[in-house]
């Protein structure tokens, strides 16, 4: 949760400052798929994590809009490595 939600909330609170002073911007996300539907890999704590980020990417995106700020995330699905 620190790491995947907590550090994610604060680079864009110090980021959105600075984009709304220069007149809007692009923050784009890392979800995953986990965040969408079950996985087997990531465990729970993981897919709530990435479920939030989802959720905070949707109302960072409300939020900011009217700043000229772009907010997205995307979400990989596996990616073959040597942990997996």
Do not use: Q
Request: charged letters at 15%; glycine letters at 14%.
């Amino acid at each position: 949760m620190d790491i995947n939600l907590k550090g994610l909330f604060n680079c864009t609170k110090a980021v959105a400052e600075v984009m709304k002073k220069g007149g809007g911007g692009k923050i784009v996300n890392m979800a995953s798929i986990a965040g969408l539907r079950m996985t087997m890999y990531g465990g729970i704590a993981y897919s709530a994590a990435k479920a939030a980020v989802l959720g905070f990417t949707r109302h960072a995106a409300f939020e900011l809009g009217p700043y000229k700020i772009n907010v997205n995330a995307v979400c990989p699905g596996s990616t073959l490595t040597e942990v997996v």
